[in-house]
């Protein structure tokens, strides 16, 4: 089961400072929340507040409905875990001992762990990839190893909420990926709650599901990262200009810093291939490079014949873009080469990637002289008939041999989108 938390008008003081200034937001059960801001914004403070580590002057935060102040340690220990800055270890346990102590919550005085407790332990230092630092001492550990003992411990607590403040900090790029990946498949399959503090703009926007962006002591805005990670909001906030641009790969808002006034305008002008219709003709992975590169370009892309299940159809239907297919392991029959003509009298260019020809796809050379027939711009793509893998006893080099002379070849992506420029009726 998991669990919301309502923070309703709350505010909070240092002796010397107001930091939190009235603030009100619910993180529904199941949410993964993103905490972000600049320096000094109050992020930290916070987060404080949500695990009662600090109490707010003024305003109430719930907890399931619950007041937080109204909570005995033990059972707030079971609803949250906290992966805190402070997580300083002053006594050398080992690591094992410090992840056992997940379990105290769920323990009376003079109780021992039981086997299920030790199972949990076990679990939790193999999802955090330290079950092999188990009988290593807390002092020998790096700061990545120790954060991700740290991790292990609160994971052992089993919470329904989980509160990390910058929990990336030590990690490196594979550690980073690795956490982020293991709160996603907890925030989905355990539907945990999470709350978190990051500074990493890009990492909170492929990862949570909704972002809160502060900025001195208040919230400027609480919502998708496309409706939050906007040049607009980031300007403001952080005081300098960035652009935003889409990851060609999972398509979130992808947040850059150029480092002069001018780039802005060359990373947000108009692509010129936007909208260009091309028909690839690839398979066996061999189209994939030229499908991402493309996608960049933001230009409408389809591909076949292919196999259903083949590798170029799975990044096609990964980057949005429309297949022609056939049966698996089949060859293109009829109604599939029907299709797949009229996806090339729909598109502007035809591109053939550099595909191994059998028996099974050797129709889409007669798709390829097709579209030569429509008098299509057609490229070939590091392909030509002294260039190609062919399988059937010469004849997919033949029906090349036939177009090649008529037809140009790139053999560098630089190239294929230069060509597409120059051609783009
Ligand atoms: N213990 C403290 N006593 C007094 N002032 C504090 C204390 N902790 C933080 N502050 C002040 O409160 C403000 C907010 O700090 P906080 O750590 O919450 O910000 P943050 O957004 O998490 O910053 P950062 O991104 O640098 O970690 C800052 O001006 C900071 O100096």
């Not at 403070?45 to 305003?59: A, C, D, R, V």
């Not at 929990?167 to 996603?184: A, C, R, V």
């Amino acid at each position: 089961m998991s669990v919301s938390i309502s923070v309703n008008n709350i505010s909070f003081s240092y002796p010397s400072s107001k930091v939190l200034k009235g603030l009100s937001f619910k993180v529904e059960p199941g949410n993964f929340v993103g905490i972000l801001g600049p320096n000094g914004s109050g992020k930290s403070t916070l987060l404080k507040n949500l695990t009662s580590y600090l109490e707010p002057k003024k305003g109430v935060i719930t907890l399931d409905d619950k007041e937080l102040s109204s909570y005995h340690i033990k059972e707030l220990s079971q609803k949250q875990g906290v992966v805190s800055q402070e997580n300083t270890i002053n006594f050398n346990f080992s690591v094992s001992e410090l992840v056992a102590m997940g379990r105290v919550p769920y323990q009376s005085r003079f109780s021992r762990m039981s086997v299920k407790d030790k199972e949990i332990v076990k679990q939790a230092m193999e999802q955090t990839n330290c079950w092999h630092l188990r009988d290593r001492k807390m002092f020998q550990l790096s700061g990545g190893e120790k954060q991700r003992v740290i991790l292990a411990r609160t994971l052992a607590q089993t919470p329904k909420l989980l509160l990390l403040d910058e929990p990336t900090t030590f990690l490196d790029m594979g550690y980073q990926k690795e956490l982020m990946d293991l709160l996603k498949r907890l925030n989905n399959e355990a539907n945990l709650t999470i709350v978190m503090v990051l500074h990493d703009l890009n990492l909170a926007s492929e990862y949570c599901k909704e972002l809160i962006l502060m900025d001195n002591g208040e919230i400027v805005t609480y919502g998708t990262s496309h409706e939050v990670l906007t040049e607009e909001n980031l300007g403001k906030v952080y005081d300098t200009e960035v652009a935003i641009i889409k990851n060609p790969v999972t398509g979130s808002p992808m947040v850059t810093l150029p480092p002069k006034k001018q780039d802005v305008k060359t990373l947000k002008k108009e692509l010129p291939l936007k909208g260009l219709k091309v028909h690839i003709i690839g398979g066996g992975g061999k189209g994939e490079e030229i499908m991402s590169s493309l996608y960049t370009e933001n230009c409408q892309v389809s591909l076949g014949v292919v196999n259903l299940g083949d590798s170029d159809y799975e990044k096609a239907g990964e980057l949005g873009f429309s297949s022609v297919v056939c049966e698996p392991f089949s060859t293109i029959d009829d109604d599939s080469y029907k299709r797949g003509k009229k996806a090339v009298s729909e598109a502007d260019v035809v591109v053939l990637a550099p595909v191994p020809f059998g028996n099974g796809n050797l129709r889409n050379l007669e798709l390829l002289e097709y579209a030569v027939g429509q008098n299509k711009p057609v490229v070939l793509y590091k392909i030509d008939s002294k260039n190609i893998s062919d399988y059937t006893k010469g004849q997919a080099k033949k029906a090349l041999e036939r177009l090649t002379n008529d037809l140009d070849v790139v053999t560098t992506i630089p190239d294929l989108i230069e060509w597409l420029k120059n051609t783009r009726p």
